[in-house]
């Protein structure tokens, strides 16, 4: 057996890593093209404010942010829903929120190992976190399944899935609480400050290969977990930041495909 | 094809609406017949979007009433018996990834109704109304990779699979070159007529369309004139 599996850490990142590679993209393609990419930033700041209060309360992070996420979500999707404040505007208000809290509890000094948190501390994944994580990575799961049509149908023409009877407020609330809650989870693997890439980058780059909506999620997922998992070995051996790496790996293939785009315009 | 007057999809009575205080409906009253084929239009800002709007549901109603067959708007559920081709150039990401085939689909999800999948008869509805545009060898192309008509067809293809009774077209058109518009509203004609489809288009360009629609609604913040065109059409 190669050393890297002699180690009980890293068989809890590479599942860890897997569990959150795997739902990133499901989120992250919706979160792509519905443009709610500073959503997904203003949900990271509201989690390190949320772990900066667990800790100084000495509370669990984990479940300490999925709750306060979850509630930020909605409070955001009623806000935008109030249209005399712009949606930006809102994100922006939550966004400096967040990191003014944060800075205040961390000021307190009990932020121990708040670079873990900013960075992402994958070895560090316990195997309770594992559950967690696999529980709430199985309801992402069968919620994007269970919603797959009105999501697809909403993300690509909200106006006439409307006029078709879908309940459009119901999905756009229940895709902003799945974009909490992902987030929340992928927080150990590459941090706050990466998150956005991880949620993101895969989805980016299946976009240039134009094809099906229900391919592009599969190569997004191909990309994930292949830059994941790649990058979780790979900084092992390079002793090397595993959040960083994972995400320089996204980029690098990101790169890899753009080229892609040209060929299949060139076709049509 | 008789138009049967007695029998409205819509009664539109006494519809007025204001954005913040600037009014921009003011007491309409239309009522679309069973088998119409009507154009309403009027300059920009004349309120031509805003009454499509309101009647789809997607703006709250502030004053009078719309009723869709029979029912008042707020009560009114059977949302598959109505469809909509949104303005394209403003309602379509062009960097979307989804097939021409998943857009068509798209148009049986609001029957098909929540938790379920589209079945086998769901796809060949899709692929039938995808023939009756004459795009079904397109059915796997990337939608974005269609020309403006192309994609115009593919959008009325997912209205159409969802067998609704009246069809709402918002500037259709817009966009498009003048063959292709002129094919256009012959195939609305040609729906219109063969399917008994009730077909509403909201448009400026009134003088292209008049030889092929029965009626006119000129909209000017309230109806200032509503009548047949003067130009008779071919079967009516």
């Not at chain 1, 795997?22 to 443009?35: D, K, Q, S, Y």
């Not at chain 1, 700041?45 to 509370?59: N, P, R, Y």
């Not at chain 1, 505007?89 to 307190?108: E, H, K």
């Not at chain 2, 409205?8 to 205080?21: A, G, P, Q």
């Amino acid at each position: 057996m190669p050393e890297i599996f002699t180690y009980g850490f890293m068989s809890r990142a590479l599942i860890a890593g897997s569990i959150v590679a795997i739902i990133a993209p499901l989120i992250g393609i919706f979160l792509v093209l519905r443009r709610y990419s500073l959503i997904a930033d203003t949900f990271s700041h509201i989690s390190l404010a949320s772990i900066a209060a667990a800790l100084f309360f000495g509370w669990n992070p984990v479940l300490t942010t999925l709750i306060l996420g979850a509630g930020a979500s909605l409070g955001i999707e009623k806000l935008n829903r109030v249209r005399k404040i712009y949606s930006e505007a809102v994100l922006a208000i939550f966004l400096s929120g967040a990191l003014a809290i944060a800075s205040i509890f961390i000021g307190f000094g009990k932020g121990g190992n708040i670079t873990n948190w900013l960075f992402g501390s994958i070895l560090t994944v316990s195997m309770s976190d594992i559950w967690t994580m696999l529980i709430i990575g199985v309801i992402v799961v069968a919620v994007v399944k269970l919603f797959y049509k009105e999501l697809l149908f909403i993300s690509f023409d909200e106006n006439s899935a409307q006029v078709s009877g879908l309940p459009v407020k119901f999905i756009n609330r229940l895709l902003i609480l799945l974009i909490a809650l992902v987030i929340s989870l992928a927080i150990p693997i590459v941090g706050i400050l990466l998150i956005s890439a991880l949620i993101t980058l895969p989805v980016i780059t299946a976009l240039q290969f134009r094809v099906s909506f229900i391919k592009t999620i599969v190569i997004a997922e191909i990309v994930s977990v292949f830059s994941v998992l790649s990058g979780i070995i790979t900084s092992f051996y390079l002793d090397s930041s595993t959040g960083g790496t994972i995400v320089l790996i996204m980029i690098a293939i990101f790169l890899v495909s753009l080229p892609i785009k040209n060929l299949t315009k060139k076709r049509i | 094809m008789i138009v049967d007057h007695k029998h409205n999809i819509i009664e539109i009575t006494d519809l007025s609406f204001s954005y913040d205080k600037a009014p921009i409906l003011k007491n309409v009253n239309l009522n679309i017949h069973v088998g119409d084929y009507l154009v309403i239009t009027g300059e920009n800002g004349s309120g031509k979007s805003t009454l499509l709007k309101l009647i789809l549901g997607l703006l709250p109603i502030q004053k009078g009433q719309i009723k869709l067959f029979g029912t008042p708007l707020a009560e009114f559920k059977d949302w598959s018996r109505i469809a909509y081709v949104p303005q394209k150039v403003t309602n379509f990401d062009h960097n979307f990834p989804v097939t021409v085939e998943e857009v068509v689909l798209m148009g049986r999800y609001g029957r098909i109704g929540l938790f379920k999948n589209p079945t086998e008869s769901d796809r060949i509805k899709a692929a039938e109304a995808l023939n009756q545009v004459q795009m079904g060898q397109f059915a796997k192309q990337q939608i974005s990779a269609l020309s403006g008509g192309q994609q115009q067809r593919v959008f009325i293809a997912r209205a159409l699979a969802s067998d609704p009774e009246i069809v709402f077209l918002d500037e259709p058109t817009t966009g498009i070159d003048k063959k292709s518009r002129r094919e256009f509203y012959d195939f609305l004609q040609k729906m219109n007529q063969d399917l008994n489809l009730t077909v509403v288009l909201v448009s400026h360009e009134v003088n292209q369309i008049a030889a092929n629609v029965m009626h006119v609604a000129c909209l000017d913040q309230t109806i200032v004139y509503h009548q047949q065109p003067e130009k008779d059409h071919g079967g009516h």
